[in-house]
């Protein structure tokens, strides 16, 4: 079993930053990736960045202002979302891939507004 607890979510004034931590925990023993998605009010589920191995890959709407990061010993992947703007505004989720299966995190909010 694989637990995924996201942090760092909340209130934020537009142009202003936040950071999201997703630590993973459980019986771990492959990751083939561990990515950010984001759902907001009425829309479908997005992909915002992802990590594998050496590869990132970020949505386009976000491209230059978010960064996703990992620290590999703490099973632990970073969002930074600088330059916030209330689109951004959304339920982020965690979720992390292994050869075998796919896990989510509970989701955290983000509001973006002044």
């Known amino acids: 079993q694989v637990q995924l607890v996201e942090s760092g979510g909340g209130l934020v004034q537009p142009g202003g930053s936040v950071r999201l931590s997703c630590a993973a925990s459980g019986s771990i023993f492959m990751i083939n990736a561990m990515a950010w998605y984001r759902q907001a009010p009425g829309k479908e589920r997005e992909l915002v960045a992802l990590i594998s191995g050496g590869s990132i890959k970020y949505a386009d709407s976000v491209k230059g202002r978010f960064t996703i990061s990992r620290d590999s010993a703490k099973n632990t992947v970073y969002l930074q979302m600088n330059s916030l703007k209330p689109d951004d505004t959304a339920v982020y989720y965690c979720?992390?891939?292994?050869?075998?299966?796919?896990?989510w995190g509970q989701g955290t909010q983000v509001t973006v507004s002044s």
């Open positions: 979720k992390l891939t292994t050869p075998w299966d796919a896990y």
